[in-house]
């Protein structure tokens, strides 16, 4: 059975950097898109960045310049670099991959941005 874990989540001060990773488990023989969302509290989760299955990315306007998306098929692994972060940014990440013609999400990672 297929699953998503994430890490490198955590406390960062405002202008810091973090890398989350997304690592998918299980048999796969198809590898399609991966992407980052987000969900701030009282919010609705928001899309962060895409990466497609080969390899074109797309941003939200608030993080870009500042957000990487990359993902390592032979790996199985999506990352999301972030750099420069703000408060705003504070939220729980979750990351998404098209795996075998399937949607899987993983079950989050708390980001905090201290001001």
């Known amino acids: 059975q297929v699953q998503l874990v994430e890490s490198g989540g955590g406390l960062v001060q405002a202008g810091g950097s973090l890398r989350l990773s997304c690592a998918a488990s299980g048999v796969i023989s198809n590898i399609g898109s991966g992407a980052w969302h987000r969900q701030a509290p009282g919010k609705q989760r928001e899309l962060v960045a895409g990466v497609g299955r080969t390899g074109n990315t797309n941003y939200a306007d608030s993080v870009k310049g500042r957000f990487t998306i990359s993902k390592d098929n032979a790996k199985n692994i999506v990352y999301l670099q972030m750099n420069s972060l703000k408060p705003e940014d504070t939220a729980v990440y979750y990351c998404?991959?098209?795996?075998?013609?399937?949607?899987?999400w993983g079950q989050g990672t708390q980001v905090t941005v201290s001001s």
């Open positions: 998404r991959q098209l795996l075998d013609g399937r949607q899987y």
